[in-house]
């Protein structure tokens, strides 16, 4: 088996990075707590080394600072201010680590860093940080299917019918105080029958004054609900524990490192783990939590940004590692986007991503031109 100190340990050399902002269209338009989107916009990470061996990583923040603090034109100002000019010619792969764990926050930029040099590292040597699991991985993941708030039943009741017969593993709602809740009370004889596991999302929106509504969906589903309350809002948290002591919360946006689970853990509310690779900081720092949650018995799963192919070939081959999981937030491909940057296309059977498929996934240059707004390319400075 392979040690850290192994992976830290290997070389890397480094030529140029190109800042790749792309702009993905939509198949439709998605809905909720934090606002409305028609298009993805991401910051693609593209490391050259001085062979020529290319590596991509995906930034997963927005281009606003609504989800997180991070936002893509500080992603970029990072970048170039903070992390390619103390890159050098030649380093080991702990080098870059020490170099990103020197900066605080801004995890999505850090773990695109990470993630294109591992992908480069592991091209070149058959290594990577994934041999650190000891468990084998999953064949095939179970995968799930984020649903938006919805002003059109009809629209709502063909949504969820169509996702029922198409077989994800898991259907997740978003929610905010303001959802419809009679469009619930006409679908859920759907949801009841469905052999689907379903749960809801309500990205940190509900406060002082929805707990009719959070009651609502704690009482009528008895399932999970994730980050119904702003991260920083802990005593709404304990008072959701004590009006409803069954209610299972997962978090998402409280967890930004192993630290936060470590601290909800020892404090009695740690239910389960939504896994955002690069809202943690990158590979690295997601096994680390991975192995903490497996030893404690924790749930976890791998959450998604509604990232390309790039982001989501990576977050699928992490959700592998995790068995015990129901679903994960990493839909195919073709669930929101007309054309994605890698092909073949990330293709879902039955509920179920091949991780051998996975493989035959590459990035498309010509796609990936298509669909870029803004690029720069820096070259090393020593």
Sequence with gaps: ?????????????????RLIRLNLPQKEQFVSGIGVRNSREALIIEWEDMNGTKGYGECSC??????????????IALVNQFIVPFLLP???????????????????????????ALQVIEKNTGKSPFQLLQNKPLADVPVGIS??????????????????????????????????????????????????????????????DDFEVFNYFANTYQTMIEQPFAPTRFDLLLKAKQENPDVFICYDE?????????????????????????????????????QYCAKHNIPCW?????????????????ASYLP????????????YFLEDVVAPNVE??????????LKHCQVQPNLVDKYTIDQKTIEVTC
């Design 1 to 17: 088996m392979i040690q850290k100190e192994e992976i830290l340990k290997l070389p890397i050399s480094f030529k140029n990075i």
């Design 62 to 75: 927005r281009p606003d600072p609504y989800y997180s603090d991070e936002f893509i034109d500080g992603a």
């Design 90 to 116: 030649q380093q080991t792969f702990g080098d870059l680590v020490k170099r990103l764990d020197k900066i605080r926050g801004w995890n999505f930029t850090k773990a695109a860093v990470e993630m294109a």
């Design 147 to 208: 649903l938006g708030l919805y002003t059109e039943l009809d629209r709502m009741k063909e949504v969820v019918k169509n996702a029922l017969e198409t077989g994800y593993r898991r259907l997740k709602f978003k929610i905010s105080p303001n959802v419809r809740i009679d469009f619930f009370e006409e679908i859920n004889p759907m949801l009841f029958k469905a052999d689907t596991y379903v749960s809801f999302d309500a990205n940190g929106s509900f406060g002082d």
């Design 254 to 290: 409280e967890i930004k490192s192993l630290g936060d689970v470590l601290k909800l853990h020892h404090l009695g509310v740690l239910d389960e783990v939504n896994l955002k690779v690069g809202r943690v900081g990158g590979v690295m720092k997601s096994i680390e939590i991975i």
């Design 302 to 318: 791998i959450g998604g940004m509604f990232e390309t192919g790039i982001g989501r070939t990576l977050n699928l081959r992490m």
């Design 324 to 335: 015990n999981a129901r679903a994960h937030d990493l839909s195919p491909s073709d669930r």
């Design 348 to 357: 879902m059977n039955s509920g179920y991503v091949s991780i051998e498929s």
